[in-house]
């Protein structure tokens, strides 16, 4: 969540810069001023009234050896009844404390001073284009879709008898591509330094407000029925982030990075009609993760060599791709800065989103309250954290299917996969 202080200390920038991400944050930015007046009020009247009773306790023995026995009783009554009030207007502060905190909750985070301003994908800037030549066809091109039917390794009317819309069944060397890319990811990005986890697939819902799914993006969420409150993940960037939730780090032990593979689930609310065909957008799919752990004063420099290896998963496996900085209005709800890399799809004509590399500042830290502490200093700060696709699998599935395809309806298989997949192409098998 975003730092009250900084919010009273810049109140008009602040709001302006919520503004910038929706206009009607500037009412939640007020209620959160008018709430903390409140708290504030009742938090002085809590202070007003302990000194009261103290005052009074510390007169109950003088008046009982001046004035005897009934007269204390008397002073003893009225500290009670300080104490009855005083136990009262503390319920009252943390109530107010608890409503301001939840109003904090449904705020995003601040974007960073260099993010584009706009209300939505309109006013993205592409930042790195022309990363690798666009393939050229001597034949109509297909969709990923009509390749992997025709080749049979994708089946979605199976998917649908047994799950309904928006899932998929892989089968024979589709199965094998996903899995030849999964190892492959993970491989890369162990190579480049981060240590590979395989989190699970349910998590509590404390964990989902660590890093802001919850409240904002409940609706989207697959909640576990008699198992508590827990939900199925969307991300592995949830429970990588949330492994080090309440604790206080060494700032040696910071950066830290971590990746994962798992399996990831998305009602896709509010997609209704968009991507039906396809891997493009399903309910169940497979990512690989980045996530970091780090100071303040690098987590920027990190934000950019995240992005660079994951567009090195794009590069080696000669996809081309570019880079995109979102606008204020199309950043996610936790990121302050955020990178989308766009790989492209002949069948469109266009390129489509693979990765997305955001740097949460202290936003998720601050909601998990996840701190690190500089050597030979007082006091604690919180944790930046980062997180980015390394990547979306089923997606980086469909582009090769798409850029690689042949006349004959085959599918060449990248290179670098050919080690993972053990051949070098896709042609029907039945």
């Known amino acids: 969540m975003i730092d009250i202080k900084i919010l009273n200390a810049d109140t008009e920038g602040t709001k302006k810069k919520l503004a910038s991400r929706n206009p009607n944050l500037t009412q939640l930015a007020d209620r959160i001023l008018e709430e903390e007046k409140e708290y504030k009020a009742a938090l002085l009247e809590v202070e007003n009234l302990r000194a009261k009773r103290n005052d009074i306790s510390k007169k109950i023995g003088i008046v009982r050896a001046k004035e005897g026995p009934d007269a204390a009783k008397a002073v003893m009554e009225e500290a009670n ?18 409503k301001i905190r939840q109003t904090l909750l449904t705020i995003p985070n601040l974007p960073a001073d260099d993010v584009p301003v706009g209300p939505d994908e309109t006013a993205n800037v592409v930042v790195k284009e022309n990363t690798l030549p666009i393939p050229q066809f001597d034949f109509k091109v297909k969709d990923h879709h009509e ?28 199965a094998r591509l996903e ?36 409240p904002k ?45 798992t399996p990831c689930f998305r009602k896709e609310a509010g997609s209704y009609g968009k991507d039906t065909r396809g891997l493009i957008r399903q309910h169940q799919f497979n990512k690989v993760e980045m996530v970091w752990l780090a100071k303040p004063e690098e987590s920027m420099d990190i934000l950019e060599k995240m992005t660079q290896e994951a567009e090195l998963v794009l590069k080696t496996l000669g996809l081309p791709y570019r880079r995109v900085l979102l606008s204020t209005g199309d950043m996610g709800f936790s990121s302050a800065k955020t990178f989308d890399l766009e790989v492209w ?85 039945d």
Request: aromatic share 10%; proline share 3%.
């Open 81 to 98: 009844k300080l104490k009855e009030s005083m136990q009262g207007k503390e319920s009252e502060v943390s109530a107010l404390k608890e």
């Open 147 to 174: 390749i992997g039917e025709s080749l049979g390794i994708l089946d979605f009317a199976t998917a649908a008898k047994l799950s309904g819309s928006r899932f998929v069944l892989l089968r024979g060397d589709g």
């Open 179 to 214: 899995r030849s890319l999964i190892a492959f990811m993970i491989d890369l990005h162990v190579k480049n330094g981060y240590t590979e986890f395989m989190p699970p697939a349910i998590v509590n819902a404390e964990v989902l407000y660590g890093t802001g799914q919850l």
């Open 217 to 261: 993006f409940k609706e989207d969420m697959y909640h576990v029925d008699g198992e508590g409150d827990q939900y199925l993940i969307s991300t592995a960037e949830i429970p990588l982030t949330n492994m080090y939730r309440g604790e206080t780090l060494q700032d040696s032990d910071l950066p830290k990075a971590f990746t994962a593979y």
């Open 345 to 429: 799809f002949p069948s469109q004509n266009t390129f489509r989103e693979i990765s997305s590399c955001s740097n949460c500042t202290d936003f998720q830290a601050r909601r998990m309250n996840l701190r690190f502490k500089r050597g030979g200093e007082k006091g604690t700060e919180y944790v930046h954290t980062l997180n980015g696709s390394g990547v979306a699998v089923g997606r980086t599935f469909a582009a090769i299917l798409e850029n690689y395809q042949q006349a004959d309806g085959s599918v060449i298989i990248p290179e670098a996969l050919r080690p993972y997949f053990g051949k070098d192409r896709i042609t029907r098998n």
